[in-house]
Structure formats: C-alpha cells, structure tokens
C-alpha cells in the first residue's frame, strides 16, 4: 500500500491543477501548461526536490528563481510594427503629371534597388521601412538632365502597396507597387 508521503506530490498538483482551470479560465491554458510539467515532475523518478531557487555558493534562497515567466507579446502587437523580409523585385506605376510611369525595381543587395523607367531614366531606390501595414522608399535618380530624388511613403497590404511621393522637383504623385 501507497504511503501519505508519496501520493501528497501528486494530489497537490493535481488540486492546483483543478483549481486552474475552474477559478482562471482567462489564463487556464498557460496555467495548465506550467502544471502539467509539476504533475509530471511530482511523480517522476529523479525529479526537482525541495528548494530550486537557492544558490550553489552562498546557499541562500533569498536569489530570484531564473525559472519565472515572462508574460509573452501578443502576436498582433509583435507582428504590426516588424520589418519584413524584403521583395526580390518591385513592379511600380507612378501616376503624375496627367501620366503613368512605371518601373520594375530589382534589388541589388540589402534595401536597395534599381531600375529604368519607362520614361527612359534609371534610378536607386532604397526601402527605409517595410512592415506588415506600411513602406518607405526614398529615389534616386542617377545623373541626367531633369533627374529627381524623392520620398515615397504608403500603407501595404500583402504583395501590393499604394501611397504618394513628394520629389526634388516639387511634384506630387500617387503610386502603386507590387510584388
């Protein structure tokens, strides 16, 4: 017959385990996933006994146990504000003027990219934020008559874009990416 002393581990996290999931449904999954861990370690042969928060040198148990928790980022607050692996190629329209220009921007190494217009000049354009909701690129023409540097800002949605730019020129457009 079992004594008191070896069955007590067991019921005692099996009780707590109880307690969990009637009195904090909230955080009953969390709780229960710790729990589980001490009804398996209770009863298991060579587990943790007696005090785990001590110190090997001192023997003091007034030490923080590195066994604590932090309550983890939700994933929608983690995810909203991250950088995202870039896209190898950009195909964008940049409506302006009373005209549609387009480009196929191909990235040339880290954030930056270049192509040609359709208008015939060859620019750099180098992404200063790419997150799950938003881009921003900044252009460089490369040197010809009439080039233009510039700031392109936008919400994102999947594989498309779409946003305004303000260049050196003065002009104003709307574009739209994708890739």
């Given at each position: 017959?079992?004594?008191?002393?070896?069955?007590q581990?067991?019921?005692?996290?099996?009780?707590?385990?109880?307690a969990?999931?009637?009195?904090?449904?909230?955080?009953?999954?969390?709780?229960?996933?710790?729990?589980?861990?001490?009804?398996?370690?209770?009863?298991?042969?060579?587990?943790?006994?007696?005090?785990?928060?001590?110190?090997?040198?001192?023997?003091?148990?007034?030490?923080?146990?590195?066994?604590?928790?932090?309550?983890?980022?939700?994933?929608?607050?983690?995810?909203?504000?991250?950088?995202?692996?870039?896209?190898?190629?950009?195909?964008?329209?940049?409506?302006?003027?009373?005209?549609?220009?387009?480009?196929?921007?191909?990235?040339?190494?880290?954030?930056?990219y270049?192509?040609?217009?359709?208008?015939?000049?060859?620019?750099?354009?180098?992404?200063?934020?790419?997150?799950?909701?938003?881009?921003?690129?900044?252009?460089?023409?490369?040197?010809?008559?009439?080039?233009?540097?510039?700031?392109?800002?936008?919400?994102?949605?999947?594989?498309?874009?779409?946003?305004?730019?303000?260049?050196?020129?003065?002009?104003?457009?709307?574009?739209?990416?994708s890739?």
């Amino acid at each position: 017959m079992l004594q008191w002393k070896y069955l007590q581990p067991s019921l005692t996290a099996i009780v707590a385990l109880l307690a969990t999931i009637l009195c904090l449904p909230a955080n009953a999954q969390d709780h229960l996933a710790n729990q589980r861990m001490l009804v398996a370690q209770a009863g298991s042969i060579g587990g943790t006994v007696g005090k785990t928060d001590k110190s090997v040198i001192s023997n003091d148990t007034n030490q923080p146990s590195s066994t604590r928790h932090a309550k983890p980022v939700p994933a929608a607050t983690r995810n909203a504000n991250k950088e995202e692996s870039l896209p190898k190629s950009i195909q964008m329209d940049d409506h302006a003027l009373g005209m549609t220009f387009s480009i196929t921007l191909h990235n040339v190494g880290g954030k930056n990219y270049e192509g040609t217009w359709s208008h015939g000049y060859a620019t750099k354009f180098t992404i200063v934020a790419f997150t799950h909701d938003s881009i921003q690129m900044n252009r460089t023409d490369k040197p010809k008559f009439g080039a233009v540097t510039g700031s392109y800002s936008g919400s994102r949605s999947g594989n498309h874009a779409t946003g305004q730019a303000t260049v050196s020129n003065g002009a104003h457009s709307k574009w739209e990416a994708s890739w």
